[in-house]
């Protein structure tokens, strides 16, 4: 099946930094998602994001298909983007389902 | 988007003993599926669980252990049988919108003593 790979797998920084975490996948893909897990284990959707760029707030993605990697930006962290990031994809071809990278840990520190 | 709700967000209970964990979702949806996040870990597919068929099983999980109910196309339960603290995890109940975007539940958070 399709392959996930994601970096750093810990980041701690102090508030008011930026970052970019990345997401490599071994195979084509026509759909990706960036999620954010909070400390108490919800799951909050960030992007879907194919291909492309998208900006919401601080946060942005751009994923390039054709290179098999996507980004996230985080801009100006808070304390209340701690928790882990996730980005997932399709496991197989057109498969339903999404296949999860293990994650970003993001620590934020005032 | 979808609103998702599960039940029970937690749970603590016995080995050896069963929990049902059930999915409602706001709209009607043809898939629905439910993955598994053991402590620490990352979030791994279980099952598609399909409107009036049987549910599709992901390498690893077997019907046995993790039964799947589907009677309409806004609810399913996923069964956790014959628990031991292995199965300890949080449970994810997730539906697609239109074959593009994944939305999930809340979780149920699982211990097994």
């Known amino acids: 099946g399709i392959q996930v790979e994601q970096s750093p797998p810990d980041l701690i920084l102090q508030e008011g930094a930026n970052s970019t975490l990345r997401c490599n996948f071994s195979?084509?893909?026509?759909?990706l998602q960036w999620f954010h897990q909070n400390p108490w284990g919800q799951l909050i959707n960030l992007f879907y994001?194919?291909?492309g760029t998208k900006q919401n707030g601080r946060l942005s993605a751009t994923t390039v298909a054709t290179e098999r990697y996507s980004l996230l930006y985080i801009s100006s962290s808070q304390t209340t983007d701690s928790g882990v990031y996730f980005c997932?994809?399709?496991?197989?071809?057109?498969?339903?389902?999404?296949?999860f990278g293990k994650g970003t840990h993001l620590i934020i520190q005032p | 988007s979808a609103v998702i709700s599960q039940k029970p967000s937690r749970d603590i209970c016995q080995r050896g003993t069963s929990l049902t964990i059930q999915c409602q979702v706001d709209?009607?949806?043809?898939?629905m599926f439910w993955y598994r996040q053991q402590p620490g870990q990352s979030l791994t597919l279980i099952a598609t669980?399909?409107?009036?068929?049987?549910?599709?099983?992901e390498s690893g999980f077997v019907i046995d252990k993790f039964p799947i109910s589907r009677p309409n196309l806004t609810f399913s339960t996923l069964t956790v049988s014959n628990m031991s603290p292995e199965d300890s995890s949080i449970y994810l109940c997730?539906?697609?919108?239109?074959?593009?975007?994944?939305?999930f539940g809340q979780g149920t958070r699982l211990t097994v003593v």
């Open positions: 997730s539906v697609t919108i239109q074959r593009t975007e994944a939305f």
């Open positions: 195979d084509s893909v026509n759909n």
């Open positions: 994001i194919p291909s």
């Open positions: 997932a994809v399709p496991p197989r071809g057109g498969a339903d389902g999404l296949t």
């Open positions: 709209s009607q949806v043809t898939m």
């Open positions: 669980a399909n409107q009036g068929s049987e549910a599709t099983y």
